[in-house]
């Protein structure tokens, strides 16, 4: 297995995760995958397009949802769902495998946890700077905002459980976590930066 550098990021809605990826693959010279990796998975599992986007980061009967069952095997209530993951996996890896790169959510940092150059990432903010991210960038009002913030938080907590079997956002399950509140993209990349320099000074 390589020792590529792989940055995985997770991230709450609107904390600004996916600018601060972006901004650091730009900064790094290296891949970024987000979206991109839509489609990958297309390609791998034969759905359409809009089928795996309606998939993406959810397990859609969260009434259905029992921790662990696509590890064991016993994921019979979400079949699609699972196809989908089965193809994301292999997407996520064949990316790691091509070369350094920057990979956001999709529980990457799980199922890249063997490789030796996986640093994972993530990224939080107070909940007032992300409604006020979230009302700017979808112009909502507030109380949409916070229900949009609610939804999307919740279907990647239940997502990154039921797939990995470890709860989504604990500090534990990360190398570092990046509180973006009080920086600017720039400012979350070059803390980033410094601790990869860190960890891995020959970069």
Wanted: overall charge negative; proline content about 3%; hydrophobic content about 40%.
């Amino acid at each position: 297995m390589n020792d590529n550098l792989i940055i995985s990021i997770s991230r709450e809605y609107g904390s600004g995760g996916r600018e601060i990826g972006e901004t650091l693959a730009s900064t790094l010279g290296i891949a970024y995958y987000d979206k991109e990796l839509i489609n990958r998975i297309v390609q791998k599992c034969g759905f359409p397009d809009d089928v795996v986007e309606a998939h993406d980061e959810k397990v859609l009967n969260r009434f259905l949802f029992t921790p662990n069952r696509f590890l064991t095997g016993a994921d019979l209530d979400q079949p699609i769902a699972s196809a989908i993951h089965a193809a994301e996996i292999d997407s996520i890896r064949s990316a790691a495998d091509e070369g350094p790169c920057v990979i956001v959510g999709r529980s990457a940092d799980s199922i890249l946890s063997a490789y030796p150059g996986l640093i994972s990432i993530y990224v939080s903010a107070p909940m007032e700077n992300r409604i006020a991210r979230v009302m700017r960038r979808n112009n909502l009002s507030e109380s949409e905002a916070k229900a949009r913030i609610a939804r999307i938080d919740k279907d990647r907590a239940h997502y990154y459980r039921y797939f990995t079997d470890k709860k989504w956002g604990e500090a534990t399950n990360y190398d570092l976590c990046v509180n973006s509140g009080k920086l600017t993209a720039d400012d979350a990349v070059a803390v980033i930066r410094a601790y990869i320099d860190r960890i891995r000074p020959a970069l």
